[in-house]
């Protein structure tokens, strides 16, 4: 059965023969105590999670549990009986009703507000098995220790991970835990965690953001799937980049989205092949384009945001590296221009600290924030609260600060080193997205082989380096010259390591 999750109040589990309801009062909630219990007791039987005929707690037990007055409970269950959810059956209790028709045990998904879940058409198309793409996928990654240097995409330096500061948080909030390891917390995650977020986030990509819209993740992975889960159905059109991120595409595709992607140049996403469809979802990437590292456009950016609102589409932003920008002021993020709330924002710990903690959030528009607070109930009831009070205090204390001011700087230095020691290797080199992010994608110049041969030839003597297939990236252009597309991670290096590691790489591909 359900967790539990409270916001300011006593844990409400509340019980009746074998259910236990999970009911989130908030007092900081505009809507009554009243509405509040109606609200998510009927999202559950929406949704499923109660059932015909599936019983419930009495008024007392609901007043008692929620530490609400027995008029409330009443008052709510009054309502739920007048429009038909639930019904009483005198000297036995209350009870779901057994004849609701089917349609409604539809996923409720977007009963927060605004872009209703309709219900399922007639012709709606089956829900589709993941596609060929998915099942290609490789589950196991080569043995990389054995190279003598590795420019694998996404990890952050490991030498640079803060450990003192993080094990001395751990030790304190340890101390200090009482019930919050033994109790459900808030499936949103840490409140003070929402808070430093928040307050990180605007000035640093100008994403203004309550608290309250900010939801605590398992880094963006499972930020996809919390986003997809609620806006896909089978047969949502789902816009992504060509070439993207797979670790997106894969979670829409999984849930039967039908991918639409559309082609990036050097201004990002291609604007103009939206699809004029109502109700997609496009997962973007405008900071630092993955895999091709370019910036989306401001003209770019007004146009997709503009797209989404007359389609009454969403965006899912993905903003996964964009601490580390070299060039220039830190650019807004696409969430900081959306005044329709219209973007879904994901940011992510895991490349300024590491993939390890597996910790990220979501920024919610505000009216499909109870929706994605009940999703998230449903998927995992929520982060750790460990680690998410350590990242809280981390960020609290500053010393986060410090940390991505640190390795802003050496990354940068990284960076450098990675480009002049290609230019020193090989002459003059095409690069992309070497402003910003932990990677930067090099254009093979005629007279190399193309990027899964270099790849090889490198593996070979020892050197690490990704084509875009090996980078998590998807194409779905063969003709879009991504086989010449070679990405090179350069922040878990040392200058000397990336010197050394061209050198040999330059050294094996004039030897074969
Ligand atoms: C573009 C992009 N988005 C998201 C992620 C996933 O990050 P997380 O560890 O937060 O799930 C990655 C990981 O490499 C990535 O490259």
Redesign the pocket.
Known sequence: MMGISTIGRPVPVVRSGHVQLSILLRESDKSTLQNQIFDQIRSMILNGQLRGDDPLPTTRELSNQLGVSRNTAVLAYERLIAEGYIRTKPYVGTFVSPDLPDTAFLSSANNGGGHAAEPAAEDEPEPVAPGGALRTHRLADPDRRRLVADFW??RPDPRSFPLKAWSQHIKARLKTAGSKLTSYNDPAGLLELRQAIAKHLAPARGVIADPDQIIIV???????NLVGRLLVKPGTTAVIESPC?Q??AFVLESLGAKLHPAPIDHDGLDVSRLPHVRDAVAYV?PSHQ?PIGVTMSLQRRIELLSWATQYDAYIME?D??SDFRFVGSPLTALKGLDRNERVIY?G????CMG?GL?L?YVVAPRRLVDSFRRMKMLMNNGQSWLEQAAMADFMASGEFGRHLRRIRQLYRERRDALLNALAKHFGHCEVFGDQAGMHLVWKLPEGLPDAAEVEARGLAAGVGVCSLATG?ALRFDKNDGGDRLLMLGFVALTEKEIEDGIARLAGALRSS
């Open positions: 995409v996404g398992g880094g963006c992975q499972d930020g996809f991120y670790g997106a990437t993955y993905d996964y590296d994901l992510t710990f895991s490349k993939p597996r990220g998590s």
